[in-house]
């Protein structure tokens, strides 16, 4: 039995929606009959991706000339719920807007938050999050109880984003509240790493060096051979923490959640906190010289060997193509 309606946090990025908005947006449509999504911005810049997936009307606050995003958005959320009611579910994304209007909007409701979800569990007008706990080794289950809003927070790469050929969604004002001095705070600027080729957590092929590598300069390899693959380079949170490579390439627990079609792992143990990360990929393809390392237990092809020998062989056969 299906919920009567699911509202979806959605964000963009450089004009583009996110992908996670793209994901959520997936599972809603599965589990309600109606989706709506509310979206800090003009709503008809997103309209159309978003009917596309599936959402029936976005609630827009427009133009929020710098301000932070938190403040205004939890606030016009939480005043239009207590004007016209609550949906019987809120999805936000696991992405630092995401948790900040989540958390906001739980303290001004009183409701209850479940984190760090990769499925749900609707069972009428019952919801509950799965969790993965442990380093990712089991999963626990989460009910909602009581009649207080609903708000899950969502892991990237839980759900496929898949169309629903749906036409543009209608688009309403959402309004902002008079913030007080909670909403002074304004973005002066943004930093963003420049990168290259494919994002990591959306690369149809990753490939990732560990502590195997033995040394920083010895990265230049998962370079070249992503290169070559027009993959996305990442690496393990143990050279990450050693220096080797900033923290954005980081894929694991406290990483990424990749989700690619081929994963290769080079010179990468297997700790648990990693393969929480890219477990979720189609293809493993694991490169290491130790046979009884962990990766080889969910690798699809598993080659014992240096990596030393192994990499350069397989870079010079995709030269010589």
């Known amino acids: 039995m299906a919920m009567d309606n699911v509202w979806v946090f959605a964000e963009a990025a450089d004009g583009q929606v996110k992908t996670i908005t793209l994901e959520m947006l997936a599972k809603a449509r599965e589990i309600a009959d109606e989706v709506s999504c509310f979206f800090a911005g003009d709503g008809d810049d997103v309209a159309e991706i978003l009917g596309e997936h599936g959402a029936s009307t976005v609630f827009a606050t427009g133009d929020l000339d710098n301000a932070l995003v938190g403040p205004p958005v939890a606030a016009a959320l939480a005043a239009k719920i207590e004007a016209d009611g609550a949906p019987?579910?809120?999805?936000?994304?696991?992405?630092?807007?995401?948790?900040?209007?989540?958390?906001?909007?739980?303290?001004?409701?009183?409701?209850?938050?479940?984190?760090?979800?990769?499925?749900?569990?609707?069972d009428g007008d019952a919801v509950a999050g799965v969790e993965p706990v442990f380093g990712g080794t089991t999963n626990v289950t989460t009910r909602f109880t009581g009649d207080a809003v609903k708000i899950v927070l969502i892991r990237p790469k839980s759900f496929a984003a898949e169309p629903a050929g749906g036409s543009a969604?209608?688009?309403?004002?959402?309004?902002?509240?008079?913030?007080?001095?909670?909403?002074?705070?304004?973005?002066?600027?943004?930093?963003?790493?420049?990168?290259?080729?494919?994002?990591?957590?959306?690369?149809?092929?990753?490939?990732?060096?560990?502590?195997?590598?033995?040394e920083a300069s010895k990265y230049e390899m998962v370079e070249r051979l992503a290169k070559l693959l027009k993959a996305a380079p990442g690496a393990s949170r143990a050279i990450v923490d050693a220096g080797w490579v900033p923290y954005s390439y980081q894929v694991g627990q406290t990483g990424k959640v990749v989700k690619p079609?081929?994963?290769?792992?080079?010179?990468?143990?297997?700790?648990?906190?990693?393969?929480?990360?890219?477990?979720?990929?189609?293809?493993?393809?694991?490169?290491?010289?130790?046979?009884?390392?962990?990766?080889?237990?969910?690798?699809?092809?598993?080659?014992?060997?240096?990596?030393?020998?192994?990499?350069?062989?397989?870079?010079?056969?995709?030269?010589?193509?």
């Open 88 to 122: 019987d579910l809120i999805m936000f994304g696991t992405t630092y807007d995401g948790r900040d209007v989540a958390g906001r909007l739980s303290a001004k409701l009183g409701a209850p938050v479940i984190t760090n979800v990769v499925d749900l569990v609707v």
């Open 169 to 214: 969604a209608d688009v309403e004002d959402l309004d902002v509240p008079d913030l007080g001095n909670t909403g002074t705070a304004t973005v002066t600027a943004r930093l963003v790493e420049e990168t290259s080729g494919p994002k990591l957590e959306e690369a149809a092929i990753v490939v990732s060096g560990g502590r195997g590598l033995g």
């Open 261 to 321: 079609t081929v994963y290769v792992a080079c010179g990468i143990s297997g700790a648990t906190q990693h393969m929480v990360g890219m477990k979720g990929a189609k293809y493993i393809i694991a490169i290491n010289k130790d046979k009884e390392a962990p990766i080889f237990s969910i690798a699809d092809l598993g080659i014992v060997g240096d990596v030393h020998k192994v990499m350069p062989k397989l870079i010079e056969a995709l030269e010589g193509r």
